[in-house]
């Protein structure tokens, strides 16, 4: 039997809508989970869109001691894998615990398995330990240090910068010191660096001069004719701005100041340089230290020292040839976070001085 529907047009209506009201509720519902699950796939990626070119070539140093999580994060910022799909198929295979560090020869967007079957079988070249060379160390600082964090002496390491071992375009002219030893002052670039089991003297130093013409090339030399200086001697004011600054905000204010001095042909007069000529850090420079004969002394000579007076960073570098347009002449310790008052004339000069005294910033 069939039946007889009786729904008016208006329930028809109503009917429809309400089909059309699940409907829609239903498709927010669906982009919502989209949504939700493409974030959370950020989240667990990193938080970062990944967009590597596969296939580019990359070296990468896991330093001996590294955590797991710091390898992730290694690999990921270099681009071979994301930090999570490594994560994930370390502790799929059951190796997270046996990452090995080494010197890894890798390429960007690699699968994580095959790249956790390289850390897990271990790079051909170990790394034992890492050394670090600090900002405004001299040359002799850094073979002092080489030789007591590795198996080779102070002497071994002297004989590869003497003997030609360890090369670099950046070696100043034989007529600007005499001393081979002295050729390599601010020319090993200070950084932390994989000390490779087997490497000699002169490999672990070249590693060190090769870094310092990379990071070379990514200074903007463009000024350096206007400023009426060669690298050379950029190079040697960098190196006496690390020493000098306290911050970051005083490296440019700092190179103006020796670049105004230069052009006016005042001396120097930086105390730094006598502590380099010294040989030793006194503590405290006293006039009597000033007086000490050598090339290295800014308060004997006139212009620059012959070479740097230790390493420089980035900072420094990039300072050096970026000075800011001042006509300071004279700085003094001003403040307890380590930063300068500069000063145009002598007498301003003195009442900084004096202000600094008063404050207990100087003795």
């Known amino acids: 039997m069939k039946t007889q529907t009786t729904e008016t047009p208006e329930a028809t209506k109503g009917r429809l809508r309400k089909i059309g009201l699940v409907v829609g509720v239903a498709l927010v519902a669906i982009l919502a989970i989209v949504f939700l699950a493409r974030g959370v796939a950020s989240l667990v990626g990193g938080g970062e869109a990944w967009d590597v070119e596969p296939g580019l070539p ?25 930090s999570s799909e490594l994560q994930a198929a370390a502790r799929a295979a059951g190796v997270e615990d046996s990452l090995q560090a080494g010197i890894y020869q890798l390429s960007t967007d690699m699968d994580a ?18 050394f670090t060379v600090i900002e405004g160390w ?18 071994e390491f002297q004989k590869a910068l003497r003997d030609g071992a360890v090369t670099s375009p950046l070696l100043p002219e034989p007529t ?52 009426g200086i060669s690298r050379h001697e950029a190079l040697v004011l960098a190196s006496l701005i ?8 005083d490296r440019p204010i700092i190179s103006s100041v020796i670049h105004n001095r230069l052009t006016q042909g005042m001396r120097l007069q930086i105390d730094a340089t006598v502590i380099y000529a ?41 300072a050096a040839v970026n000075p800011v347009d001042s006509a300071y002449l004279f700085y003094v310790l001003g403040n307890e976070d380590g930063s300068h008052v500069f000063a145009e004339t002598y007498q301003q000069h003195q009442a900084n001085v004096t202000a600094a005294k008063a404050a207990g910033i100087l003795p």
């Open 278 to 318: 010294l040989g030793h850090n006194p503590g405290r420079v006293l006039a009597e230290h000033l007086k000490v004969e050598s090339p290295y002394n800014t308060y004997l000579i006139d212009g620059l020292p012959p070479t740097p007076i230790g390493t420089a960073s980035q900072a420094s570098l990039e």
């Open 58 to 82: 990359v070296e990468v140093t896991i330093e001996a001691g590294s955590s797991a999580t710091s390898i992730y994060n290694t690999l990921h910022d270099a681009g071979v894998v994301r």
């Open 242 to 249: 690390e020493w000098e600054s306290g911050t970051d905000t």
């Open 176 to 227: 600007v010191t005499d001393d081979p030893i002295a050729a390599w002052e601010g020319l090993l670039y200070p950084a932390k660096y994989p000390l490779i089991e087997g490497w000699s003297p002169s490999q672990i130093l070249q590693r060190m001069a090769d870094e310092m013409v990379v990071r070379l090339e990514k200074v903007d030399w463009t000024r350096l004719e206007e400023l």
């Open 138 to 155: 001299t040359v002799d600082r850094i073979i002092s240090e080489l030789a007591e964090d590795t198996d080779y002496s102070q002497a």
């Open 113 to 130: 398995q095959d790249v956790v079957r390289e850390l897990a079988s271990g790079s051909s070249i170990a790394v034992s330990s890492t």
